[in-house]
C-alpha cells in the first residue's frame, strides 16, 4: 500500500513538473489572453452586487456528462457538415491521442488541434447558428443537475460565473448562455474575414492556458481570486484550481481526487454505480472523441442511403 501511495504522489509530482514548464510558455499565454479578450464580447456589462469575487467552471464532466465537442459533432454529422476525409483524420488524430495518453499535454494539444481544424474554410456565423440548433438537441440533457446547481449558487449571491474550457469560444458561449452564466473562456480559433482559418490563436485552452486566462480576466474585471471559486474533474487544471482561494473537484479524476484530499479541496461526485467507478478513464480528450460522433453518423448516414465517399 505504501509502495502504491508513493508512486501516486511521485506521478502528481511528475504532473507538477511539467505543468510548471508549460505554465509560462508564449503559447499558453497567447491562449489564455485571447480567451479574456473574447470574453469580453459575452459578459454582461451590469456591474454585480458582489463585483470582486467569481466562479469558474470547467465544462466536460465538470458541468456536462461527456466532451461537449462529441455531443457537437454528433449533431454536425447528422447534418452532412463532415466528409469522408474528415473522419479519416480525425480517427488518426485519436489513434495518436490514445497512445500518446490522456495525460500527454503535447498529444492532447495535436488531437485537438487537428480536431478544430474541421471547422476550416466555413463562417462564424454559421457554426454558430449550427451550436444554437444542437444544444437543445443533444446537450440540454447531460447537463449534471448538481454542478448546474452550484453555479445559480454562486449567480444567487450576486457572483458571475464563467466556464473555461479546451471546448471552442464560440460553443462555449452558446452553452454558457443557454444555462444563464455570465460568459465562456475558451478556446478562440483564428478567424478571418469571418472564417474560420483552422489555425488556434496561441493553443488550445487547456492547464496552464486555463489558469492564463482566468489571471487575465481577473485582472481586466478586478476580481479577487483569493474570494473566487473553481471546479474541475481534471488533474489537468490543478494549475486553475490552485489559483483560486476555494478551489472544488467535482466527478473528479483519480489524480485530482488525491491532491484534492491532500491539500483539503473540497470534493463532490454527482456520478453513480457505475459510472463513478469508471473515474480512470481518460475523460479529457474531449476533441479525440469527437472522431467517434462523427464516424458514427456517417456510419448511419451509409446504412440509411446510398452515400458515396467525397
Not at 473574447?38 to 451590469?46: T, Y
Not at 492564463?212 to 479577487?224: H, I, K, M, Y
Not at 483560486?244 to 453513480?272: F, M, S
Request: charged share 25%; with cysteine.
Amino acid at each position: 500500500m505504501h509502495a502504491v501511495a508513493s508512486g501516486a504522489r511521485s506521478t502528481t509530482l511528475r504532473d507538477m513538473a511539467r505543468w510548471r514548464r508549460h505554465r509560462d510558455s508564449g503559447a499558453s499565454q497567447l491562449a489564455g489572453a485571447a480567451s479574456a479578450a473574447a470574453a469580453e464580447v459575452e459578459v454582461a456589462l451590469e456591474v454585480p452586487p458582489d463585483p470582486t469575487a467569481a466562479a469558474f467552471f470547467d465544462l466536460d464532466n465538470t458541468i456536462m456528462r461527456g466532451a461537449s465537442i462529441y455531443h457537437m459533432a454528433k449533431g454536425l454529422a447528422k447534418r452532412h457538415f463532415f466528409t469522408a476525409a474528415d473522419v479519416r483524420r480525425f480517427a488518426w488524430q485519436q489513434v495518436k491521442f490514445r497512445v500518446g495518453g490522456a495525460e500527454d499535454l503535447d498529444h492532447m494539444q495535436s488531437a485537438r488541434e487537428a480536431a478544430l481544424s474541421f471547422v476550416a474554410g466555413h463562417r462564424v456565423d454559421e457554426v454558430v447558428a449550427l451550436g444554437e440548433e444542437i444544444f437543445p438537441e443533444v446537450m440540454t440533457d447531460k447537463i449534471w443537475p448538481g454542478t448546474q446547481a452550484l453555479a445559480r449558487m454562486h449567480l444567487d449571491a450576486g457572483q458571475r460565473v464563467w466556464l473555461v474550457t479546451a471546448t471552442p469560444v464560440e460553443l462555449a458561449t452558446i452553452i454558457a448562455k443557454r444555462l444563464g452564466l455570465t460568459g465562456a473562456l475558451g478556446t478562440v480559433s483564428e478567424v478571418r474575414d469571418g472564417v474560420y482559418t483552422g489555425r488556434l490563436v496561441g493553443e488550445v485552452l487547456h492547464g496552464p492556458a486555463k489558469a492564463a486566462a482566468v489571471q487575465a480576466l481577473a485582472e481586466r474585471e478586478g476580481l479577487d481570486l483569493a474570494a473566487c471559486s473553481a471546479y474541475s474533474d481534471s488533474s489537468n487544471d490543478i494549475p486553475l484550481l490552485s489559483l483560486v482561494g476555494d478551489p472544488c473537484a467535482i466527478n473528479p479524476d483519480g489524480a485530482l481526487k488525491r491532491h484534492a484530499k491532500e491539500q483539503r479541496w473540497r470534493l463532490r461526485d454527482y456520478r453513480t454505480g457505475r459510472k463513478a467507478a469508471r473515474v480512470g478513464l481518460p475523460t479529457a480528450a474531449g476533441f479525440g472523441a469527437a472522431a467517434g460522433g462523427v464516424a458514427a453518423g456517417l456510419a448511419l448516414r451509409r446504412r440509411s442511403r446510398r452515400w458515396r465517399p467525397f
